[in-house]
């Protein structure tokens, strides 16, 4: 089931309950550093974004939307600058997979919602890894548990992932 864009535009206005949801990264990811080779290409990595576990999630949610950002470059700071996915999910605890960086091929039932939003070299069709260079960029992820009509049922904001 692909998210309509009626749906995307109530998913990114609606209103938001305290977040009761939880996450735990995993697959090297601590929120502290990067793992080694999860950078971007440009940088020596092959990067994937951290693997999730999601638990706590509010009943009636249909999808698990991620926005991935870097808190340290304005640019794509915000609204997935490093690319939007979204999981279809069911129940209160999720696991959602690592997905490739610079693909829109996903696994998992897993979607491209947004692209991020770098240009030139940086430019994916996707998830963008972390691609600061090592200069110490913050780096985060922002989850929405949404129902099918794309009403967002709580949300988790800049969960640190890393360092890079």
């Not at 490093?82 to 279809?88: F, K, L, W």
Request: charged content about 15%.
């Amino acid at each position: 089931m692909k998210i309509k864009a009626a749906a995307l535009a109530l998913l990114l206005s609606s209103g938001m309950a305290t977040a009761e949801m939880s996450v735990q990264l995993s697959g090297g990811w601590d929120g502290a550093r990067v793992p080694a080779g999860e950078q971007c290409k440009l940088h020596g990595g092959n990067g994937s974004m951290p693997p999730m576990l999601v638990s706590g999630i509010p009943q009636g949610t249909k999808w698990i939307i991620a926005d991935f950002n870097d808190l340290s470059y304005q640019p794509l700071s915000k609204n997935g600058g490093h690319g939007r996915i979204g999981y279809p999910v069911s129940g209160s605890t999720a696991k959602l997979p690592a997905v490739p960086g610079m693909t829109a091929k996903l696994p998992a039932g897993a979607q491209v919602i947004k692209a991020a939003r770098g240009k030139g070299k940086y430019a994916s069709p996707g998830y963008l890894p972390p691609c600061s260079g090592g200069r110490g960029n913050r780096y985060s992820v922002d989850l929405r548990a949404v129902d099918g009509a794309g009403k967002v049922l709580e949300m988790l904001s800049k969960v640190a992932i890393g360092k890079y």
